[in-house]
């Protein structure tokens, strides 16, 4: 929440922020928008507060995360279990934010304002600014990724609150056909976003010890899955590699 | 506060987390090292065991739908993501839903 902290005025001073806005109005803002809309009905068909849903929007601002945290605390999951889970799931912000870093700024700064747009960082807006920069002036970045990442926040959040709300005003079934709409968004930003056999490996393990895991222990399954399918992808991977280089 | 409001800022705190160290070290730390590769794994695993997870064994309100639904609504988002639009995320995740309202309303219709 630092963001609010940082004066506009002074990150803007020639209209980028602006840019940056008008750029994620569209497209961006729209794919993201069905996600968190099928968020906020499946956090109200789980029958969780319209307040902690939103404000999951704003605090984790991560919808991997947010579904974690949704799905096990429905399931009654141990708090630290549920806190572990979500940051498992965050770690990816560690190398997004490092590789992000060097293209926001012509030398390493500390300043508050990069920690402020840190917290801006998503999957959506981390792979449009890298595919954007090059045609950006350095100077200019980061008031146009504050543009565009908090217009994807203004949107989400507005999304998730129509998706809870929704719910309950559409009839029944158009109601659970709303809510699915959020594990298929996942599904097929997993099916497209790696290109890689080693995510790929990583993806079918974890899709398999998921559901096992979950009829042996509904709790720690997400960990389990991530832990034991991530290993495992991540063995299977090396393994095969090898092979084929030995050979 | 509900435990789920705690949970909610606890973790918002554990996921800035990352992305402040992130700022922090940015200057000094490669990122193609074989411990993010595993990490990676793991993170994506953890997504796909859910999703999956989800998608056959549902908690919540999907527990109102059928397996067999859930699959055909799951084929085709994949059909027209990957086959039909080359890898539009809004119309896939639009016509899966479409898709998932037309067999829950024939199945009602045909039940009485």
Known sequence: ?247 | MSEYMLLVIACGAGTYLWRGLGVAVSAKLSTDSELFAWVGCVAFAMLAGLVSRIVLIPSGALENTALWQRLAATAVALVVYFVVTKKNLLAGVLSSAAAMYVLLVAVAKSAG
Do not use: C
């Not at chain 1, 912000?93 to 992000?100: D, G, H």
């Not at chain 1, 129509?162 to 097929?188: E, N, Q, R, T, W």
């Not at chain 1, 832990?227 to 090396?238: I, N, S």
């Open chain 1, 1 to 247: 929440m630092a963001f609010f902290l940082t004066p506009m005025d002074r990150i803007d001073s020639t209209g980028s922020y602006r840019q940056g806005a008008r750029d994620a109005t569209g497209i961006p803002a729209l794919v993201l928008a069905a996600g968190y809309m099928g968020f906020g009905a499946l956090a109200a068909g789980n029958g969780l507060s319209f307040s902690g849903t939103l404000l999951s929007t704003v605090f984790i601002w991560a919808l991997p995360g947010q579904l974690i945290l949704v799905e096990m605390h429905t399931l009654g999951a141990p708090f630290f279990a549920v806190l572990l889970s979500v940051m498992i799931s965050a770690v990816r912000f560690l190398p997004m934010t490092v590789v992000m870093m060097p293209l926001l700024r012509e030398a390493p700064s500390r300043q508050p304002r990069y920690y402020a747009v840190a917290q801006l960082i998503s999957m959506t807006g981390w792979a449009w600014a890298m595919a954007r920069f090059p045609s950006i002036p350095p100077e200019r970045r980061l008031g146009y990724f504050f543009g565009f990442a908090l217009t994807l926040l203004a949107s989400a959040s507005a999304a998730t609150a129509l998706g809870f709300v929704a719910g309950d005003l559409l009839p029944p079934l158009a109601k659970l056909a709303f809510v699915f709409m959020s594990p298929i968004y996942f599904l097929l930003m997993l099916a497209g976003s790696t290109n890689d056999a080693l995510g790929r490996a990583a993806i079918v393990f974890g899709a398999i010890v998921g559901p096992l895991a979950h009829l042996v222990t509904p709790q720690w399954s997400v960990m389990l899955a991530g832990l034991v399918g991530g290993t495992l992808g991540y063995a299977a991977h090396r393994a095969w590699r090898r092979r084929a280089r030995s050979r």
